[in-house]
């Protein structure tokens, strides 16, 4: 048994004289959900590109199973599935013509792709509808075809972009149970991407924070916002004068960030510190408008490492023409 599934040594990509991933390294253990966390435009699915064979990379080097995505590439392509961020299902055929196309796409014999479309249709609560053509299909429902799809030659590794972009909340958490039911039932090793926060909390055993093309950080998503060491309490004030230095000087506080008349606050004991920050400030004639207090979510890990939060980080044109279109069809 491969003990690390996919490995990435200094892979690039330049576009252009762009450079769209930088020396990125990292380790996906068999098993395990691995997630990539960043914006759009920071370099996620040309990584998964280059690691499914559609992109050469630039330098470096990467195996999937011990295979050289360049010079084993159809190797490479027998033991993963993928889940593209855009949707692929052929609208005009049903659910299950889609997932029988995909079978023969592979080269499955007929009869073993027919039991195989059966069982993956079941396990995505399809079954219902497979008959249905998909351009009447729900976002929810297509993207669960997608898995089917995904899975049709059971691979070894799944990749799945953005699984849950466009989604609704309640249909996100499905499609989260989804993915759970498939490292549990098949044990199969999943790579994904995404930009939501809380979906690479709930899902990835480990998370890599990827921004502009430059891997910052890797740990499961628990010890990465334990290593913060602190609260977080973010406070704002009825003066646009700068009153950091009087907040440094409460105690427990370690870290001071000021946007604007907004102060972000790193402390430990924070129940206990918010009310001394109110206090030292009023003396000094400043009053507290607004102040939340929070332990450290996966947005501050990725503001501490990159001076920014991810929902401020900008989107490539091209990556916001792309999510715009898969969201368009999922409401549809």
Partial sequence: MVKNVIVAEKLTRVFNGLTAVDRVSFVVRAGEIFGFLGPNGAGKTTTIKMLTTVLKPTSGRASVF???????????????GVVPQEYTADEDLTGYENVMLCASLYGIPREVAKRRAAQLLDLVNLSRF????VEFYSGGMRRRLELACGLINRPKVLFLDEPTLGLDVQTRTTIWEYIRKLRREYGITIFM?????????????????IDRGRILVIGRPGDLKKNLGGDIIVLSVDTRADVSRIIKRVKNVKEVIRQNETYRIKASLGRLTAPRIIEVLRKHGVSVTKLSLSEPTLNDVYLEFTGRSIRDAEKSPDDVHRQLVTIRRART
């Fill in 193 to 209: 991407t995404t930009h939501y926060l809380e979906e690479a909390d709930a899902l990835c055993d480990r998370i890599a924070i």
């Fill in 66 to 80: 011990g295979y050289d995505v360049v010079k084993e590439d159809s190797m490479v392509r027998q033991v993963i």
């Fill in 130 to 133: 497979k008959d249905k053509p």
